[in-house]
């Protein structure tokens, strides 16, 4: 079963358990809610508590809510099984383009290899040059043919 990476325990906060929880995934609404099953340290957790503060989730898991219980997470990854991710017909990960082919015009550029995500996501090609997905750089993203077809990013290269 496929793990996809959907935030980093960054502290905790308060006294009763509460986890600070910096999110890096595309579609944070997708998992951070109530009773949803997360991954953390190969073992399942259930969220009983969620709410968002300053960019972060605050999660309490498995109903523990006493600080000293919970300072080992800090540091920490967790992650959501693929199978349990629901997205809309129209939605796909970023992260499932890596080692997609990038082209420039009909010319092979390189492979994926890193997406950032930001406001501005970015795909990362052969560890040399950047492209962002949003704006006029990618004419079309291929994904039955893992490709993806830009225009003109003799600008983004080094």
């Not at 969620?50 to 967790?78: A, M, P, Q, T």
């Not at 997609?100 to 009909?106: E, M, S």
Request: glycine content about 4%; proline content about 3%; charged content about 25%.
């Amino acid at each position: 079963m496929e793990k996809v990476l959907v935030g980093k325990i960054i502290n905790t906060f308060g006294i009763k358990g509460e986890l600070k929880v910096a999110p890096d995934f595309q579609f944070p609404e997708k998992v951070f809610f109530l009773n949803n099953k997360l991954i953390l340290n190969d073992k399942e957790v259930t969220i009983t508590k969620v709410r968002f503060h300053k960019d972060n989730y605050l999660l309490e898991l498995n109903n523990i809510n006493d600080i000293n219980k919970v300072l080992k997470y800090k540091g920490l990854s967790l992650y959501v099984l693929r199978s349990n991710i629901k997205l809309d017909e129209n939605q796909v990960l970023y992260n499932d383009l890596i080692n997609f082919d990038v082209y420039d015009f009909d010319n092979y550029v390189g492979k994926v290899t890193h997406v950032y995500l930001s406001d501005n996501p970015l795909i990362k090609v052969d560890n040399k040059f950047y492209i962002p997905l949003k704006g006029d750089f990618i004419n079309n993203i291929d994904y039955k043919n893992k490709r993806i077809n830009c225009i003109d990013l003799k600008g983004l290269m080094l």
